[in-house]
């Protein structure tokens, strides 16, 4: 069963989203050694998937570079067909990326069945759908920025917080955590800002002379079309992510990133003397 958990903090409130892998149509071969079970109720399905207490079942999915023995031979594994899963707020059902579904799960001898928490972890990665940058800007977004005039940036802080997902068969589970980390701004103009955390929104009362204490921008220079003229500015969210199993493990995985892009104008403003004592 793969759940996804998204916690966001505006005061008190705390928004969940429940993420359920479709039942249908996913078809377990015969020989994949996992059996499923559906269970259906206000729109959403889950799905649990287990193996039975036998032997190890030979798999027909490769397995990854140290999965053989002393011989060259590839050990006993199981492997889950791709799957679908469907989460809220997105249109799906979606294919689950092909291969992540691998498993080992050998029989240890006494019915207990062994997994691979780390595939698992990459399992409940892949599922995961991060919120994109939802960028503001001071000036705001459709109106100019002047040369030598500070700008401010930032995203959304409601969306400043963890994501979990976690998927589970019937010996155990993993979690996959994924915080924020920081937000990696290109101006358009040959510049990079990083910023530790969302970004100060701009108000009246947090107005500052020298601009924005946390994560703002400078231009310097007009765009190479002139005054007026657009450049891009493109928030790429850096996500750090993090799994722990039921059996106590875990450990670091590659980071996640989304980003958004929005087209900003920059001028420059003249000042013309008429009148001189």
């Keep these: ?27 377990v071969e015969a020989d994949s050694g996992f059996i499923t079970s559906t269970d259906c109720a206000d729109g959403a399905c889950d799905v649990t998937a287990h193996t039975p207490a036998r032997g190890p079942v030979a798999s027909d999915v490769p397995t990854g570079e140290g999965s053989g023995d002393a011989n060259g031979e590839s050990g006993p594994a199981c492997a889950i067909p791709d799957v679908e899963f469907a989460q809220s707020g997105l249109e799906g059902p979606h294919q689950m990326p092909p291969g992540l579904a691998e498993c080992e799960a050998i029989s240890s001898g006494t019915g207990a069945e062994v997994f691979d928490p780390a595939v698992l972890a990459e399992q409940a990665r892949a599922v995961m759908r991060l919120p994109a940058p939802d960028i503001g800007t001071a000036p705001a977004l459709g109106k100019p920025r002047f ?33 924020p980390d920081r937000v990696v ?59 722990s199993s039921s059996d106590g493990r875990g450990g670091d995985l590659d980071d996640l990133s989304t980003s958004s892009t929005v087209a900003v104008p920059v001028s420059e403003i003249h000042h013309v003397i008429t009148h001189v004592r």
């Design 185 to 243: 701004w290109d101006t358009g103009d040959g510049h990079e800002v990083v910023c530790a955390g969302p970004g100060t929104v701009f108000s009246e009362a947090v107005y500052r002379e020298e601009g924005s204490p946390d994560c703002g921008h400078t231009y310097t220079t007009l765009p190479e079309a002139g005054a007026g003229a657009t450049v891009d500015v493109r928030a790429v969210w850096e996500w750090g992510v993090s799994w």
């Design 1 to 27: 069963m793969l759940t996804t958990t998204s916690v966001r903090s505006r005061g008190t409130l705390v928004v969940g989203i429940v993420v359920a892998v479709l039942a249908s149509p996913l078809r």
């Design 147 to 179: 040369v030598n005039l500070p700008s401010w940036m930032w995203v959304d802080a409601a969306e400043w917080g963890p994501v979990s997902a976690t998927a589970s068969v019937s010996a155990g589970s993993v979690t996959v955590l994924a915080t």
